[in-house]
C-alpha cells in the first residue's frame, strides 16, 4: 500500500485544517487507517483511527477529542483528518498509515510520508 499525505500548513491558534490520505496498492477493507504525530525529539503519538469498512473511529488521545475527526472515501481510498480550534501543542509531523486487518491499535504496516502541521499562537 501506497500513502500520499497532504493537506499540513501553517494557521492561527483556533483555526482549523484538513488532512488527507490516498491510498494506492493493496486493499486494507478488513483493517483500517491511523493517524499519528510526531514532535522532533519525541515519540510518536497514536491520534487515532478509521475502520475502512464501517467508517467507525475510535482516538487514541484525549486531547484531540471533539476537535479532532476522521473519516473516509472508500470510493477515493481516501481518509481525513479534520482538525479544529488548533492549538499550539498542536504542531507535529502527521503521518497516516494503514493496517491491513483489525484490530487498529498500532502497530501499522504501511505509512506515508508525513506532513507538517504548525500552529501559531
Known amino acids: 500500500v501506497q500513502l500520499q499525505a497532504s493537506g499540513g500548513g501553517l494557521v492561527q491558534a483556533g483555526g482549523s485544517l484538513r488532512l488527507s490520505c490516498v491510498a494506492s496498492?493493496?486493499?486494507?477493507?478488513?483493517?483500517?487507517m491511523g493517524w499519528f504525530r510526531q514532535v522532533p525529539g519525541q515519540g510518536r503519538e497514536f491520534v487515532g483511527a478509521?475502520?475502512?469498512?464501517?467508517?467507525?473511529?475510535?482516538y487514541g488521545l484525549s486531547s484531540v477529542k471533539n476537535r479532532f475527526f476522521m473519516s473516509r472515501d472508500t470510493r477515493k481510498s481516501t481518509g481525513y483528518l479534520q482538525m479544529d480550534n488548533l492549538k499550539p501543542e498542536d504542531t507535529a509531523t502527521y503521518f497516516c498509515?494503514?493496517?491491513?486487518?483489525?484490530?487498529?491499535?498500532?502497530?501499522?504496516?504501511?505509512w506515508g510520508q508525513g506532513t507538517q502541521v504548525t500552529v501559531s499562537s
Open positions: 498509515a494503514v493496517k491491513q486487518y483489525s484490530p487498529l491499535a498500532p502497530p501499522y504496516d504501511y
Open positions: 478509521i475502520v475502512w469498512s464501517t467508517g467507525n473511529v475510535f
Open positions: 496498492g493493496r486493499s486494507f477493507s478488513s483493517g483500517g
